[in-house]
C-alpha cells in the first residue's frame, strides 16, 4: 500500500493554483448553507486514480484551488480507500489558509468494501471514530448511511429501468402505497433503523450536525426516508444524496425530489456525479455496472455534439440544479486543478445563458430516448 504524503510544506503556487477571475460558487442558502458545487472525494481512491497521484500534490492543489473558488463542502467516504486520509491530510495543511470553520466535511459509513456492509450499531461508532481520526476534525457536518440498498429489504417489481412509475401506478409494487409508510419489510430494514438511531445518539453528542442516507435506486432511497420519518422518534433525515440521477443519461431524480420533500420531510438534498462515475466520458472505468448497449448508447450521444461533451454533460446536471424547486447543490468529482477550473468554467457559461447548450442536451438525450435508455437506471446491487 502507498504512503500517503503529509504535507510540512505547501506545494507553491503556480499560475493554475489560482482561481480565474469572475464570480465565485456561491453558498446555497436552505438547512445546511452548502456551497452550489460540493467537492467530490471519491477521487481520492484507486477506483480513479493511481497511488503515485494520491500520494503526490495534485490532491492537495486540487482541493485548495476548490477552497478559493467557494467550493467549500467535502464529500468522502470510509469505503473510498485512503480518501479521508489524503483529504484529511490536505485540509490539515491548508488549516491557516481554510479553518476547519470555513467548510463542511460530509462522510459515509456502513459500507467498507465492494461486498463488505456493517451496520451494527457498533461498527458504526467505529467507523464515524474513524472518519473523525482520518479527517483530522472533532466533528463531522454529515454522516451518510452509505448505498442502503444493499443493506434494506428489497422490495421492487423489477431492478433495471425506469422507475418513475413507483410515484404513480406502481407504487404499492415498490413499497410506497398509502399506508405502507411505518412497515418495516424485514430484518434489512431494521438493521437501517437501527444504524441510524446510533447516528442519532452521535448527534446528540456533538459528533455528527447532520444525518443523511445515500443509494441508487431512487424508490428505495424514498421508501427508507419515509420510514424513518413515521418510526419513533420520527425525526425525518436531515440530508439524502442520489448519484447518476441527475445526469444527461438519467435525470428521473428531478421527478422524485418533491416525494422526498413532501412525503419524507428531508431535510436538504444533493444530486451527485454529473459524468454518472465516469460513465459519460471517452473512457469509463471498466467496474462501471452500465451494460454494453448502455455503454454504446453513450458513444452514440457524443456523436450529436462537436464540443466536450463531457462539459456538455457537466453543464446539463448543473442547469438542471438551478432549476430545483429549493436548492440542490451537485456534487463532482475533481482529480486535478484542471477539472476544478473546467466546472468552474462551465458553472459560469450556464449563469450568463445556456440556448445553445440546451440544444446539444436535447439531442443527446433524444438519442438515449431513441435506443431506450433515457432515464434508465441499471441494477443495484
Known amino acids: 500500500m502507498a504512503t500517503f504524503r503529509t504535507f510540512d510544506g505547501l506545494p507553491e503556487d503556480g499560475e493554475e493554483d489560482w482561481p480565474i477571475a469572475g464570480p465565485l460558487i456561491p453558498s446555497l442558502g436552505g438547512s445546511m448553507d452548502l456551497p452550489a458545487i460540493v467537492y467530490g472525494a471519491g477521487t481520492f481512491s484507486n477506483q480513479y486514480n493511481p497511488d503515485d497521484h494520491l500520494s503526490g500534490a495534485l490532491p492537495l492543489r486540487s482541493v485548495r484551488l476548490a477552497l478559493r473558488y467557494g467550493i467549500r463542502a467535502f464529500d468522502t467516504s470510509a469505503y473510498y480507500g485512503p480518501s479521508e486520509i489524503v483529504l484529511g491530510d490536505a485540509l490539515h495543511a491548508l488549516r491557516e489558509e481554510f479553518p476547519r470553520s470555513s467548510y463542511k466535511l460530509m462522510t459515509k459509513c456502513g459500507r467498507y468494501g465492494v461486498q463488505t456492509f456493517d451496520y451494527s450499531p457498533a461498527t458504526i461508532r467505529k467507523s464515524v471514530l474513524r472518519?473523525?481520526?482520518?479527517?483530522?476534525?472533532?466533528?463531522?457536518?454529515t454522516v451518510y448511511l452509505h448505498d442502503v440498498e444493499f443493506v434494506c429489504t428489497p422490495i421492487a417489481p423489477r431492478i433495471t429501468g425506469n422507475h418513475t412509475v413507483a410515484l404513480r401506478e406502481e407504487a404499492a409494487a415498490y413499497g410506497l402505497a398509502k399506508g405502507d409508510e411505518a412497515k418495516v419489510q424485514g430484518e434489512g430494514d431494521q438493521k437501517i433503523l437501527d444504524a441510524f438511531h446510533e447516528l442519532q445518539l452521535m448527534?446528540?453528542?456533538?459528533?455528527?450536525?447532520?444525518?443523511?442516507?445515500?443509494?441508487?435506486?431512487?424508490?428505495?432511497?424514498?421508501?427508507?426516508?419515509?420510514l424513518i420519518l413515521h418510526t419513533a422518534p420520527f425525526e425525518p433525515l436531515d440530508v439524502l444524496l442520489s448519484y447518476s440521477h441527475l445526469c444527461l443519461q438519467n435525470a428521473s431524480f428531478l421527478e422524485f425530489i418533491p416525494h422526498f420533500y413532501e412525503r419524507a420531510k428531508v431535510g436538504q438534498l444533493l444530486a451527485a456525479s454529473p459524468l454518472s462515475m465516469g460513465l459519460l466520458t471517452p473512457s469509463p472505468p471498466s467496474w462501471h455496472p452500465a451494460p454494453p448497449k448502455l455503454r454504446e448508447a453513450v458513444i452514440n450521444s457524443g456523436k450529436t455534439w462537436q464540443g466536450d461533451y463531457v462539459n456538455l454533460a457537466v453543464g446539463f446536471s448543473i442547469r438542471q440544479t438551478g432549476s430545483a424547486e429549493?436548492?440542490?447543490p451537485l456534487v463532482i468529482g475533481f482529480s486535478s486543478p484542471r477539472e476544478v477550473h473546467e466546472a468552474v468554467k462551465v458553472w459560469r457559461e450556464i449563469q450568463d445563458g445556456a440556448e445553445e447548450r440546451i440544444q446539444g442536451e436535447n439531442r443527446a438525450r433524444n438519442v438515449y430516448n431513441e435506443l431506450g435508455y433515457l432515464d434508465w437506471s441499471w441494477a443495484s446491487p
Open 203 to 226: 448527534k446528540k453528542e456533538g459528533l455528527i450536525k447532520n444525518i443523511g442516507m445515500t443509494g441508487f435506486p431512487l424508490p428505495t432511497l424514498l421508501r427508507l426516508s419515509i
Open 131 to 141: 472518519s473523525l481520526e482520518r479527517l483530522k476534525t472533532d466533528y463531522l457536518d
Open 326 to 328: 429549493k436548492p440542490l
